[in-house]
RNA sequence: GGGCGAUUAGCUCAGUUGGUAGAGCAGCGCAUUUACACUGCGAAGGUCGGGGGUUCAAAUCCCUCAUCGCCCACCA
């Protein structure tokens, strides 16, 4: 009899072998599946980073978007669900030289080559634990498609990117002020910046006795490059200076020329009312001196030490640099004011270091040069219009052909639109795509520039030995992935793709610069609908981090209950965009559930034995289904799931699924069948009835409930006296042919 | 400075277009040679953050206040 089920239900004895009955049918391969699936559904998997383990956020955006695709399997898509992982090019470079630092070796003594052979074979070694874990939580991927943002066609997509927008006019490259971090030497976008709240001094003083204006400055050390003053055009207090220029023979050892100036971004409130303009060391600092004609000098390192100054700060770190100038300002009693105030600091998000504004000959994205864009199929911009990326960027989201979910996502994307400035997207690590630039005397003024695929013939040639930033290659993922630059199959059919699930974290790094991407390249969106989850926290609601020593393993926790249990604790009830709080108890409830419906099948198994295989399309099960009250209800619940289930309401479907499976099937029919069963009067007809019509609905509760417990569903799938029987993951959804 | 979100049972959170407040966990009472103790039945528990408004009807829509949290920004 069924023997199995007399056993509470095992996970670990049913999960890995499923796992490889799935693989072996190939179904996870769209060009492999049955006939009826004809319309194309397709989503990226967003790459994890090839820095280490997966973590319990992957294992919700894992279990989020395999449900997505199952259930579109079984609706009769031809779906395809493509895997990847990101070299991640600061973060990876990182982590392999702090590894190699442990033995004590220095990327410089290994040299760029043989540094960059420890850090491919970190990666791969990383992205093999990452797809065994991946396959873990049961993802339906098609791995026979599978990615690697550094991989050669990637590669290939990337210098074609990069070339066509150089050609365009909107890749150029410029010395301007940017945002350099002295810890990993590199320059980093303005969005790897994060703003640290700090308690800072504000030193209001003069740079000379003579001088008619005092400033404000939390840096004093940098007030040795200044070449300005600039005050509020309507402060009447310095009206009278406005244009003239001041000598200072000495401040703290070197000579200043200063300018007095007006510009309406002064606050005249905000300490004196007037600042010190450093060209060199400030973005804001900088526009101003284009506009004034000013001189800038540098007078900070790529080290953030002191240059070009006098003998007793040249060479000083900033902060000790700091202490020498508010020295000399006591001494010379040019020091009015110390206050303290509350103040944002910049450091750079992957080393903390706090970030240091100089002038550096960089590549960027010009985001808001216009362009004609040659081939469009985007909802309100036709083929040759003259647009920007900006504008290509707002327009989908406004006219809501991408569709992001929540919606008051919306407002955050704009808002970071509006604010959006040139993206630089050059670095200067190791690690990732080199820039497809060439030079020719370099630096000089004869110099020549071939950007292109390959590199020149005659090799008089040096290539930039920048790597660019990691999310330019990111940025491509829908369509790299699909074989772009090449026309292939897989891009005229899976392209834009519907789907595209992710963390609110990277909304801007990541789903801005493929909206970017792909409308410039290609024309048309990256995919039709966003949708965006919440962070996954402990249940002191923190973020799960090494440093907090909270951090949980998935795959304990899927050895302790199951996957089935831990998809389904991140997914019922948790609405999009929503944090979750992981609960080990909400977990063990829904192992608890595993149980019930194994427990049910095995209840209706041993009731139902005498009737063989089951033809559920029969004419004798149809009478039935079109006279029973318990499957009208069912029908009832299950085109409410159905719809939740399109609009991406997971959220609720699970809960319905399990609140009827456990309350109203177990609890209520179930129950009352017990007793008809148990009647000796009842006839052989209603006997076989109220059999058939417990089948009937466990099959289609483990129909609705496989995209959410694919396992456990599948196992007892396997089980059941069908007629015609399919692998569950490729059946029909009920109500749908 | 600008924007967004949260506030519902002891705890964690659902509640799709306004129509008698829901789940999980914890706790209480009862049942139990039961498909399932990874169980069933039952009861208890809420002025849906405060105040005001719209409506026949508000957790839901509008205004306002409070507390907490998040994001953005070149106030030196």
């Known amino acids: 009899m069924h023997e199995k089920f ?9 999960e890995e072998k499923i796992y490889k009955i799935w693989e072996d049918s190939g179904y996870f391969n769209p060009d492999n599946l049955p006939e009826r ?37 079984m609706q009769g898509k031809k779906t395809l669900w493509l895997p990847g992982t990101d070299h991640a090019a600061i973060a990876t470079q ?68 990069f070339q066509r927008m150089y050609e365009d006019g ?141 003998e007793n700060l040249n060479g000083k770190k900033v902060k000790e640099a700091r202490e020498i100038v508010i020295g000399w300002l006591k001494e010379n009693n040019l020091m009015m004011e110390e206050k303290e105030i509350e103040h944002n600091v910049s450091t750079a998000e992957r080393t903390s270091a706090v970030i240091e504004p100089l002038p550096k000959l960089q590549w960027f994205i010009d985001v808001n040069k216009k362009f004609k864009l040659p081939h469009s199929k985007i909802e309100g911009i036709k083929t040759s219009e003259e647009v920007c990326l900006k504008d290509l960027m707002k327009k989908v989201v406004e006219t809501k052909e991408v569709k992001i979910l929540p919606d008051r996502f919306n407002k955050t994307y704009f808002n970071w639109i509006d604010k959006l400035q ?29 950007v292109g695929i390959e590199a020149p013939q005659e090799n008089s040639w040096e290539q930039d030995p920048d790597t ?26 899976y392209h834009p793709t519907d789907l595209l699930e992710t963390a609110h974290d990277i909304l801007f790094f990541w789903v801005a610069r493929m909206i970017l991407m792909s409308t410039y390249l290609i024309g048309e969106i990256p995919f039709k609908t966003v949708y965006i989850h919440g962070l996954v926290r402990d249940d002191k609601n923190r973020k799960f981090s090494k440093s907090l020593g909270n951090a949980i393993d998935p795959l304990d926790i899927i050895e302790k209950y199951g996957t089935d249990a831990l998809r389904m604790s991140l997914l019922v009830a948790v609405a999009p965009g929503q944090d979750v709080k992981f609960s080990e108890d909400k977990v063990k409830a829904y192992k608890k559930f595993s149980n019930k419906l194994w427990n049910i099948t ?48 997971f959220y609720l479907a699970s809960e319905k699924i399990y609140h009827y ?56 799938w396997s089980e059941l006296p069908i007629k015609n029987k399919k692998l569950l993951m490729i059946e029909n959804w009920p109500n749908s042919n």
């Open 468 to 493: 660019l930033d990691t999310w330019f290659s990111s940025g491509l993922w829908t369509f790299s992935t699909l074989g772009w630059p090449n026309k292939t199959n897989d891009l005229e059919l």
């Open 602 to 649: 095995r209840f209706i198994l041993d009731n139902t034995q005498a009737l063989g295989e089951i033809d559920f399309d029969s004419e004798e099960l149809r009478k039935i289904r079109s006279s029973n009250l318990q499957i009208e209800e069912l029908e009832k619940i299950i085109s409410d799931i159905t719809s939740d289930m399109e609009n991406y309401r």
């Open 170 to 310: 909107l890749i150029y490259r410029k010395n301007k002020v940017i945002n350099w971090d002295p810890k990993g030497q590199t320059v980093i976008s303005d969005d790897e910046i994060v703003y640290e709240e700090r308690k800072t001094t504000l030193y209001t003083f003069k740079y000379s006795k003579d001088f008619p204006i005092a400033i404000s400055t939390t840096r004093p050390e940098t007030k040795v490059g200044d070449t300005a003053v600039a005050v509020n055009p309507n402060d009447k207090r310095y009206k009278e200076f406005v244009g003239k220029t001041f000598e200072i023979e000495d401040f703290c050892g070197v000579k200043l020329s200063i300018k007095i100036i007006s510009d309406r971004e002064v606050d005249p409130e905000f300490g004196t009312g007037a600042l010190g303009v450093t060209p060199a060391h400030s973005k804001v600092d900088e526009k101003m001196a284009l506009d004034n004609n000013l001189p800038s000098k540098e007078i900070i390192s790529e080290y953030a030490c002191m240059k070009n100054v006098g």
């Open 37 to 73: 699936h004809q319309k194309p559904y397709s989503m990226v998997l967003p790459p994890p980073n090839v820095t280490g383990i997966l973590h319990l956020g992957h294992a919700d955006m894992l279990a989020i978007e395999d449900t997505a695709i199952r259930f579109q399997r």
């Open 422 to 450: 040139d993206w630089c997207i050059s670095r200067q690590i190791w690690y990732g795509h080199q820039i497809p630039v060439w030079y020719k005397n370099k630096d000089k003024s004869d110099e020549e520039v071939h």
């Open 6 to 14: 007399l056993k509470p239900y095992n996970p670990q004895e049913t």
């Open 94 to 161: 990182t982590k392999v030289e702090k590894l190699l630092a442990k033995e004590g070796i220095k990327k410089h003594d290994l040299g760029r080559e043989k540094f960059l052979d420890k850090v491919n074979e970190f990666a791969m070694d990383s992205q093999k634990t990452i797809i065994s874990q991946t396959k873990r939580m049961g993802s339906s991927l098609d791995w026979s498609r599978l990615a690697f943002t550094l991989d050669e066609q990637r590669n290939l997509a990337v210098k074609t990117a």
């Open 661 to 716: 499976t456990w309350h109203e099937f177990a609890d209520k029919i179930i129950e009352e069948s017990k007793s008809k069963l148990s009647d000796p009067n009842l006839s052989d007809g209603q006997r076989k009835e109220t059999q058939l019509i417990l089948l009937y609905i466990l099959q289609n509760i483990l129909k609705i409930l496989h995209p959410f417990m694919p396992f456990i569903t599948e196992e007892i």
